[in-house]
């Protein structure tokens, strides 16, 4: 662990203005960002008397490298980039919220041509609209459906859009009048967008205003003796009276608030939000996040206001009121920063006593409910994986605890399309966004230790690479500017705790005599063979044999299939991609279509061989300049002695068959 005396800055350093502050590991990765209206004052607060800290500011300090700021011009400004430098960088000492998966929306996807509407769960995408969320899945679904009556918009996949287009025939339910269909020209895009800006209206809590209308047109149907209208749309109004009244009215029906609640223990803390919206809760969120830096109740809330209106600054989603627990730090610029989101005022404070009040009390007993479900299923999970990376740890006799593994992986046939993959595996889950691919070629791909040799030396030549980016950044005090963002390292300067390749003591070899040519010594290295199952260390005579049992040797199989699944996926996208390269392709000025229409006019590659420049005139878009380039490609080509025609077979590339 590093000393914070080593890199602390010096006296008179630090200025005494607003700003925002970032510590790095020695990696130069951040690990926590924080602001402060003295940057002074609080960075001096962690050097003071780091033993006097609390223990999870103790454990960052320590394990920080370097620490840099930037200077604000307010504490609006300073709140608004800590967000931003907390969503790009992620710290593993900052508390970071991540939407719980397991809801279900309603998304309207306004960013298409004709949008859709569909229940959705995940992340959230551009230019779509979402509603909820809602549980279980089942309600929305049955919502969808009733609402579809009133607003038929467009719910198909792209596919079956795609062939009712071509086909022009609509899908079943352009024909039970649940869809406008729009694919068909039954309805103009105009009148189908419409269709879904009222679908939002209606989900966003103007159910009343549309009842309304369509009883006005009820009594002017019947005033007009047109009946079957009116009881079509006294049905309509059926259907959205009993979707509108599925949600009980809680507070006064100008009510537009979200109502935060927290339960917490040392180590997590619970967060539940109810969406109300015209005095009916139209949904509900949750989050279950670790506790891993010292804050106070009200520094916790100002956090999580950040992180979530942050991620979704969409000034609908923006109520009036925000009802939180406890007042946030910084209340003023936080309400400040929610009116600039909103472009309207928005009222931030705690109920007392009354409606409100009492509302929160629910959502405060979903949040300790969701904190005890959590705690439930995780409890089994957390204790597996770290009981496996012991184990592992303990059975390798590696000095480091396994928080980083790689995994190599090496995949061909017979030596040709030879690829490898690397699988990244943090605390015993895989990140796949440091999954890598690698292309062997040349000398490197006679064989396996020599393909394995290469990947690891390039792997590892990179992390060398990266670390002298990085090394300024960690050497002591830099001062920031807006150029600082470009010596952010790259994901290969982590380096891992172990690497694992699958193989015996071949590919472990080359594994460390690449690293050692590279002058590495502090990674470790071990294989995983697959017949029987042993782990291979460097210059040992027998292998290690863990028990079939094993946690560990789960978690190293999991790893060891994962890194298979991914050389094997990429060899058969190179494999695909080298089985359609033509002789065509490297002819100069020969685009797609030219290509295509030289295949079909000729069918084989015969035939093309034994055309003269005259033949190739009379293909559409093809000049005498191609027609020489053409007649010396196939001249040149591998099997352009006579031959050679003679020995492959000829085929139809429009049809597929082989040609006499």
Request: glycine content about 6%.
């Amino acid at each position: 662990m590093a000393d914070p005396s080593s890199y602390r800055p010096r006296a008179g350093e630090i200025p005494t203005g607003p700003g925002v502050y970032r510590f790095r590991d020695q990696h130069g990765r951040v690990i926590y960002v924080g602001k402060a209206k003295n940057l002074r004052a609080r960075l001096n607060s962690y050097f003071a008397n780091p033993a006097g800290l609390q223990a999870k500011t103790h454990a960052m300090v320590h394990t920080a490298a370097s620490v840099e700021w930037t200077v604000v011009g307010s504490e609006l400004e300073a709140l608004q980039l800590e967000y931003t430098w907390i969503k790009e960088f992620a710290p593993r000492f900052n508390i970071v919220f991540r939407d719980d998966k397991s809801y279900p929306y309603l998304a309207v996807t306004l960013g298409e041509k004709f949008p859709r509407a569909q229940v959705m769960r995940g992340d959230r995408r551009k230019d779509v609209k979402y509603f909820g969320p809602f549980y279980p899945a089942k309600a929305i679904r049955e919502t969808l459906d009733t609402l579809l009556r009133v607003f038929p918009v467009r719910t198909c996949s792209a596919g079956v859009l795609r062939r009712a287009q071509q086909s022009g025939r609509p899908c079943l339910l352009g024909y039970i009048d649940k869809c406008s269909a729009p694919c068909v020209g039954r309805i103009s895009p105009e009148d189908h967008r419409k269709l879904a800006d009222d679908l939002c209206q209606f989900m966003g809590g103007e159910g009343t205003r549309f009842i309304r209308q369509l009883e006005r047109e009820m009594a002017e149907a019947v005033a007009e003796l047109e009946y079957e209208k009116a009881a079509r749309l006294r049905d309509d109004i059926a259907a959205l009276r009993r979707v509108f009244e599925r949600n009980a009215v809680v507070l006064a029906e100008d009510t537009e608030a979200d109502i935060f609640a927290v339960a917490e223990d040392e180590l997590e803390a619970a967060v539940q939000v109810f969406h109300v919206r015209n005095g009916r809760i139209r949904g509900q969120r949750g989050w279950v996040v670790d506790k891993v830096e010292d804050t106070t109740a009200g520094e916790f809330v100002e956090h999580m206001l950040q992180q979530v209106y942050g991620e979704n600054a969409d000034s609908d989603r923006l109520p009036r009121e925000v009802l939180v627990p406890v007042e946030p730090e910084n209340a003023e610029q936080v309400a400040a920063w929610l009116r600039g989101l909103r472009g309207a005022a928005v009222n931030l404070r705690v109920p007392r006593r009354g409606e409100k009040a009492a509302l929160m009390g629910t959502v405060k007993d979903n949040a300790e409910q969701a904190l005890r479900l959590h705690k439930s299923r995780r409890a089994g999970d957390i204790s597996t994986r770290s009981s496996a990376l012991q184990e592992l740890q303990e059975a390798l006799g590696l000095p480091v605890p396994l928080l980083r593994i790689e995994c190599y992986d090496i995949s061909h046939v017979q030596g040709t399309n030879v690829v490898a993959s690397m699988v990244v595996v943090e605390d015993g889950l895989p990140k796949k966004a440091d999954y890598r691919k690698f292309a062997v070629t040349g000398d490197a791909a006679r064989d396996d230790t020599s393909a394995m040799y290469d990947v690891i030396s390039r792997r590892f030549r990179r992390y060398l690479e990266d670390q002298t980016q990085v090394a300024p950044a960690i050497s002591g005090q830099i001062d920031i500017s807006d150029e600082s963002a470009k010596a952010a390292p790259r994901k290969f300067a982590y380096p891992p705790s172990l690497v694992v390749v699958d193989g015996g003591p071949p590919q472990v070899a080359a594994a460390v005599k690449a690293l050692d040519d590279l002058g590495i010594d502090d990674i470790y290295v071990v294989g995983l063979a697959k017949r029987l199952e042993e782990l291979w260390l460097p210059d040992d005579e027998f292998p290690v044999v863990l028990p079939r049992a094993s946690h560990g040797l789960y978690l190293l199989q999991r790893i060891r299939d994962e890194a298979h699944r991914f050389a094997i996926s990429f060899h058969r996208q190179k494999r695909s991609s080298s089985m359609t390269v033509s002789i065509l392709d490297d002819v100069p000025g020969l685009g797609p279509a030219k290509r295509q229409a030289v295949l079909k006019h000729f069918g084989s590659l015969k035939r093309m061989r034994a055309a003269a420049e005259e033949d190739f005139l009379a293909v559409s878009g093809i000049g005498p300049a191609m027609a020489r380039q053409l007649v010396a490609a196939l001249a040149s080509g591998p099997s352009g002695e006579a031959g050679d025609d003679d020995a492959e077979p000829a085929v139809n590339t429009a049809t597929g068959e082989l040609l006499d």
